[in-house]
């Protein structure tokens, strides 16, 4: 079975960086896409940005686009979200998600969940 291990998670200034990456375990599916979802503190889960293991297609919240960037290292197993010009609204839960099919913004289609990673953007 898939699984997903986040890490890179942090304490960082209003317009830092940080580089979260995703390690995946047990992938199978021939078509496979993995997302980055966050949860801030009284917050519904967003969607962050989705990518396609194998054609390495990308989709992008509007609140991030620009600023953040999703990527995957298929030889290491690895997606990684580099997040630029972070800003104090980006504060979350950072969660790697997995799905086998096409990439999706709803949290409900992707069935693989990584444990999360916290993200502190201090003003």
């Known amino acids: 079975q898939v699984q997903l291990v986040e890490s890179g998670g942090g304490l960082v200034q209003a317009g830092g960086s940080l580089r979260l990456s995703c390690a995946v375990s047990g992938l199978t599916f021939s078509t496979y896409a993995m997302a980055w979802f966050r949860q801030a503190p009284g917050k519904e889960r967003e969607f962050v940005a989705a990518i396609s293991w194998i054609s390495g297609g990308t989709m992008y919240a509007d609140s991030v686009k620009g600023r953040f960037t999703i990527s995957r290292d298929n030889a290491k197993n690895t997606v990684f979200l580099q997040m630029n010009s972070l800003k104090p609204e980006d504060t979350a839960v950072y969660y790697c998600?997995?799905?086998?099919?096409?990439?999706?913004?709803?949290?409900?289609?992707?069935?693989?969940w990584g444990q999360g990673t916290q993200v502190t953007v201090s003003s």
């Open positions: 998600a997995g799905r086998s099919g096409g990439k999706r913004t709803s949290e409900y289609e992707y069935n693989d």
